[in-house]
């Protein structure tokens, strides 16, 4: 399944180079503004929310169309969260497909599902390699403005299939499990260039 979604995207960036003439590809990269879901330390504690924290993405974009566009990108992703000094590190792999349209000049808006795979996550410094599933698929929405080769936008996205790590607390007293959603809830500011 991974290596299919891999290789579409990779068919569509190589299609948008013959493509109309706003079509083409290009280099992403920006910052995030994320946090993951509650982590639940014990079945006594409460649930915590956590801090947002600024993490990172780069990447490449294909687009097909001038009015109406599709646009698949291909982005690693780093985030991280907060939960009272614990932090959860995560770097991922994301595969947008957006589907967007121009409004007024330069000003564009899109939305589309994102599909995601878990690489590497890391709870206050533990590796963690049991999360639920490694691939999960996220909704983004957004608006930007090109300007010629540059293009800015600000986009939200949203873990939609539940994902959750479950590890082992090793207490003095009790052995108990903690769970972390892991799905993303990010602000994203993106900055992209059209080779």
Known sequence: MKKT??????TLLSFSAFSQSDS???ILGGLNFSANGDYIASATEAAENPDRNIGYHIGIFGKLGNRFYVRPE???TKTKSDYDGDTFDMSKL???ILV????IGPLHVFAGPAFQY???SEFDGISIDNIENDFSIGVHIGAGVNLGKLGIDIRYERGMSSNEAKFINNNISTIEESRLDTRPDQIILNLSFKI
């Open 5 to 10: 979604i891999v290789l579409a995207v990779l």
């Open 100 to 103: 967007g349209t121009k409004i």
């Open 118 to 120: 878990i690489l590497d």
């Open 24 to 26: 083409g590809f290009g």
């Open 94 to 96: 994301d595969a947008p």
């Open 74 to 76: 291909l982005v690693y």
